[in-house]
């Protein structure tokens, strides 16, 4: 359960990161992800569960 509260803390360090040091480059993003596809979204979203998967599975395991 710690793992995932300290996995859940760098979440929110590197969202802070783009908000905190890059508040310009957030609104463009926003704005262009009000623009793509959901097709689109739902790949990149996909694509990032599964990076993410396997970088915890390497360092883990």
Excluded at 12 to 29: C, D, H, T
Aim: net charge neutral; hydrophobic share 60%; no cysteine.
């Amino acid at each position: 359960m710690s793992d995932f509260i300290a996995a859940l803390g760098l979440v929110l360090v590197v969202e802070g990161l783009v908000y905190g040091g890059m508040p310009r480059m957030a609104k463009r993003l926003a704005e262009q992800v009000l623009e793509m596809p959901e097709s689109t979204l739902r790949g990149a979203g996909v694509a990032a569960m599964v990076a993410g998967v396997l970088i915890v599975w390497f360092v883990r395991g």
